[in-house]
Structure formats: C-alpha cells, structure tokens
C-alpha cells in the first residue's frame, strides 16, 4: 500500500508519497494551488498505482479545494487532524521543518491511525458550518467593541453601571443612546456610534441565530429533541460531524471528538487518562449538553449521583456522561430509534434522550 500525504498551503500544495509497508519515500511533487496544479496533483497520484491511500492535513480553509478535486476524481481521502502532524513530525528521524517534512509526517499520522474518518463531499452541513463560524466572528467582533465602549462610558460617567450582557440587548442599547445624546465631546461622540454599531452587530446575530435554527430543526429533528441540545449546538454537532456515514460505530465518533479514556496501563496497574485530542469544538458541544442534562434531565442527574457514589469525582462523571452521549447523538444522527430493553432497566443511552 502507499500512502499519500499531502501539506496544503495557500499558495502551494505538497505531496509525498510514502510506502505503507517499510515507510520509505517513494516521491515528492509541490503544485500551485489552483485547478491547473491540483489536475497534476491528481494526475502524479494516479500513476504511482497500486493500492492507494491519501491523506491531507485537516485545515479546510485552505484544503477544501483540493480535498474536493481529489474526491471528485475518485480518490479516496482521509483528513488526518493537525496535531496527530504535528505528533508524527516530532518523533521522525529526520529533524527539522519543511513542507516534504510535514507531508511525509501526515502521511505516516494516517499509517498510525487507520481509524481516521474518510472525507467527503460536503452536503448541507456546508451552509451550517459557514453561518456559524459567521456568526461568531460577529460575536467575538461584538464582544471587542463591547469592551471600548464600556471603557468609554466609566470615563464619561463612573457612575454608570451597566449589567453584564446588557450590551446585547436593545432595551440598554437604547436607554444609552439616549443618555450619551444629552453629552458633548469627542467621548461621547465616539460611545454613541459604538452603541449604534453595537445594536447592528446584535441584529444581525439574532437573525443569523434564528435562521441556523431553521436549517438545524429541518435537518436533524431528532438532535433538537435531545434534552440539553438547543438549535446552536445542534447546528454545532452537525457541521462538526459532517456526515455520520464517516463513523462506522459510536466509538469511532467518541474518539473523533476526543471523549474516548485513553488507557495508560503499566503490569497490573490499569487505568486511564483524559484523551485531550480530538475535535475540540464537537466536544464543546458535548460538554454543554451534559452540564444542561445535569441540571434539567432527572435521569442525567441520577447517572451521575451513581458515579460518583462509586467513587468517581464530579468531573470524572461528566466525561462518562459525555461518553454515554456520544451513543446517543449517533443513534440520532442515523435516524433510529433507541433500542428497548427486554426487562429491567432501559439502556442508558436511551434513559438520558
């Protein structure tokens, strides 16, 4: 087998094709990044024969291009995350830091990690991870500004208290614009456009809100209806997911989003640690549906007063409660049912949906 790991840039794109069996490198092509160079990419890839495997560095802002052309040529890919890279890089022989070196180091990530996703086409989670990622960037550009104008508004009056978040809402917005109106000065001037620019932001965040909403609710009604999983962090999961057909079990999607328990077992000692890879953002979402399901799901809440009346810390529960999610999230994200327990206690996965 051999294997092909690509390091994509902006300007160029860097292939190397590595062998599966000895890890010996069999060739080296750089192309511009544009079609002419990703056609010679396909083209290079396709007369080294054989059973082929590519691999490309997971960082779809300047990869999406060519992961599609690859796919759309009939070649399989698989999305090997930066840090695994990054792990392969360091623990090579050959030191240093080139884009050859970090190719060949993606490619020997996916040799070490054959369970890694297979990429795809993207589908209508495409929209979903655009609006969103959209949609925090005016957040965080909302928050920044936030932040002058309270500057502003203790060196116009200290004695002006505003709540906190009350910068998001219109109401506030609006008693300030009124407020800075009756001042005189630069200062001023300055916090009233800040609050109008401020009152934009948010009106463009909550529509932005509400229609990621709608297509979350179209297309995956049964992540919505998981006590925990408001619209966003559905639209969150969806997007970060793309595709549940990449995972063949529950387990390849926990360790996909990093909620696995790697074991570091030494002789009779075993034990496992926290896994601190993985999909930070899916995991995100995952820990906000647990810390809801804690407070508002009786039988969430009644899972973790068992781990922890077995030992276990609080936080140690959670991150079994998040494994047990992941279960849950998959059987929704494939649209069956929960299965029934024959007698007794219904599965756990089913008791916290």
């Not at 192309?31 to 083209?43: F, K, P, W």
């Not at 993207?122 to 655009?130: I, T």
């Not at 809801?292 to 922890?308: C, E, F, N, S």
Request: aromatic fraction near 2%.
């Amino acid at each position: 087998m051999i294997v092909v790991g690509i390091d994509p840039h902006k300007k160029s794109h860097t292939a190397v094709a590595v062998s599966g069996v000895t890890g010996e490198l069999i060739g080296q092509l750089t192309v511009r990044a544009i079609d002419s160079g990703h056609r010679r990419l396909v083209r290079w890839i396709g007369g080294l024969g054989g059973d082929l495997r590519v691999a490309l560095e997971d960082v779809r802002h300047v990869s999406g291009r060519l992961e599609r052309a690859l796919i759309e040529h009939g070649i399989a890919v698989v999305r090997v995350p930066p840090r695994l890279m990054g792990q392969a890089r360091r623990t090579s022989r050959e030191r240093g830091k080139s884009d050859p070196i970090d190719a060949a180091a993606v490619a020997r990530a996916a040799l070490a990690h054959p369970e890694l996703p297979a990429a795809r086409l993207a589908g209508p989670e495409l929209e979903l991870h655009l609006l969103l990622s959209h949609r925090e960037d005016l957040v965080a550009e909302r928050t920044r500004l936030q932040g002058r104008l309270r500057w502003h508004l203790h060196a116009l009056d200290p004695e002006l208290e505003v709540p906190a978040r009350a910068l998001d809402r219109a109401l506030w917005l609006s008693r300030l614009a009124e407020r800075l109106s009756a001042m005189e000065g630069m200062r001023a001037r300055i916090a009233a456009e800040l609050v109008q620019t401020c009152a934009r932001a948010s009106e463009r965040i909550n529509l932005l809100e509400r229609e990621i909403a709608r297509l979350a609710e179209a297309q995956a009604p049964e992540l919505v209806a998981i006590p925990g999983c408001g619209p966003l962090t559905a639209a969150k999961i969806l997007a970060e997911v793309a595709g549940i057909e990449r995972f063949g079990d529950p387990a390849k999607l926990a360790r996909y989003a990093g909620v696995a328990p790697v074991p570091v077992s030494s002789g009779m000692r075993q034990r496992h640690r926290l896994d601190r890879t993985g999909n930070r953002q899916l995991n995100c979402a995952l820990h906000r549906i647990a810390i809801t399901q804690a407070r508002i799901h009786p039988p969430a809440a009644g899972y973790l007063a068992r781990r922890v009346g077995e030992g276990k810390s609080e936080r140690e529960a959670r991150r079994c409660l998040k494994r047990h999610l992941v279960n849950v999230l998959f059987r929704a994200l494939r649209g069956r049912a929960p299965a029934t327990s024959t007698g007794g206690r219904p599965p756990l996965a089913a008791a916290l949906t």
